[in-house]
């Protein structure tokens, strides 16, 4: 077994962490367990989790329901491939997605993660209008502050200006970036900039636009911006009257992260296209989904034309069995009374940090809580402050952020909100 000394040393010389450069690497932190909102480091050190593992940890760590059904499905078989082949542990999961998830989406494309998701749609999308006769269809329309991922396709997605993949614009297809929404989640009516921006849009690129995609509710990594739900409609109500589909990147907001099983639920919309990832194993295992439409379905495979796209570990056995027992716990515990106390706890405890001439804003909703900052925090001094609080938190950028798991005791979040206003304060 390695030392610390000599994990810690190997590590900064020859593992690539994401997010970070190899010749500047930022200090890391060896962890050697995790159970319930705890992060154990290997010095003994516990660390409240206020992260989730980037959203996924729902259920907290080393829960002995999702521990039970890996450890059974590994004992019958831990991956086959999906071309030719099907089983048990897929079908009951796909058919448990189209009963929870948004009205209308029928047909599930199993994919190893959510940037891979968020391709399958894409490609979903061009390939209907494609078989519907109408290939000019082949461009998109999404939100600045948007973040849907990593890979090519959906980096061509997110904000082209103050998003993290600006360096890649000259080899990313051209799609079409409008104004984020900024009407607030309180807010009913939308403001006229935001009906107007839709308008335009709409009106300017429904003929060479294959779809609008959107993280509805709350952007992610693109800013954490929260809007109204009224927006969402006004975005249904367009892309039904343009012929424009509708993609919502559901990866990080499904799965109760905002108070409703799945955020597109909040404004009372249905997509053509869902994608959903993150939390859908409880942060087990990598995994993620795309839904569609019967319509969209069977518009793309027109004529028995397939959809090119096999992921190597797509429907993994493992996977798709921990997501099922992921999706029973969200049936059988109050997982939505739990958020709720989380909502209203956040909001009590770090309300006060507003009146610092250092923070722009603070913004809560669901288990999610924004602190923006007027200035961008240093990653680094920030987070040896909040592990020596004893609490785990990894903001970017001018935001503060938290996701904690939705099974945080009021005492663990009390201590973890706390640490945020004291090294805030400071």
């Excluded at 542990?89 to 948004?102: D, F, S, W, Y």
Aim: charge should be negative; charged fraction near 20%.
């Amino acid at each position: 077994m390695m030392t610390d000394r000599e994990l810690l040393a190997y590590d900064r010389t020859h593992l690539w962490h994401p997010y970070t450069s190899t010749t500047a690497p930022q200090p890391v932190l060896p962890v050697a367990g995790a159970e319930g909102s705890t992060l154990i480091l290997r010095d003994g050190t516990r660390l409240i989790d206020g992260m989730s593992s980037w959203w996924a940890a729902i259920h907290g760590y080393g829960h002995p329901v999702l521990d039970k059904a890996l450890h059974e499905q590994a004992d019958a078989m831990s991956h086959v491939m999906f071309g030719g082949l099907t089983h048990e542990p897929a079908v009951e999961l796909a058919k448990e997605l189209v009963e929870i998830t948004p009205q209308g989406l029928e047909w599930v494309f199993l994919a190893d993660s959510g940037s891979v998701s968020m391709e399958v749609a894409m490609k979903m999308a061009v390939q209907y209008w494609y078989g519907t006769g109408r290939p000019e269809k082949h461009r998109f329309i999404s939100l600045r502050k948007g973040y849907h991922g990593d890979t090519t396709g959906a980096m061509s997605l997110c904000d082209p200006e103050t998003g993290m993949h600006s360096l890649f614009m000259g080899i990313l297809p051209k799609q079409i970036s409008i104004p984020a929404p900024v009407t607030p989640f309180s807010e009913e009516t939308l403001y006229q900039n935001d009906v107007d921006a839709l308008k335009k849009a709409f009106e300017t690129y429904h003929g060479e636009c294959a779809a609008f995609v959107l993280e509805p509710i709350i952007q992610g990594a693109g800013g954490m911006n929260i809007y109204s739900p009224a927006y969402l409609r006004e975005v249904r109500r367009l892309c039904s009257e343009y012929d424009v589909l509708l993609i919502a990147d559901e990866i990080a907001t499904g799965f109760g992260r905002t108070g409703e099983l799945f955020a597109c639920n909040h404004g009372g919309i249905s997509p053509d296209i869902c994608c959903v990832g993150k939390a859908l194993t409880g942060g087990y295992l990598t995994l993620a989904a795309t839904l569609a439409t019967e319509e969209v379905a069977h518009g793309a495979c027109h004529q028995g034309q397939p959809l090119m796209h096999g992921p190597t570990f797509m429907a993994n056995p493992l996977a798709c069995a921990v997501a099922r027992a992921s999706l029973n716990l969200l049936r059988t515990e109050p997982w939505k009374e739990r958020v709720i106390r989380i909502e209203q706890q956040m909001h009590t405890q770090l309300s006060k940090l507003a009146l610092l001439p250092s923070v722009a804003d603070v913004r809560c909703l669901g288990a999610i809580a924004v602190i923006e900052m007027t200035a961008p925090v240093d990653p680094v001094t920030i987070q040896e402050r909040f592990v020596a609080e004893g609490v785990w938190v990894r903001p970017f950028g001018t935001l503060v952020y938290l996701m904690p798991p939705f099974i945080i005791t009021p005492e663990e979040l009390t201590s973890l909100c706390s640490a945020v206003v004291r090294v805030l304060s400071e």
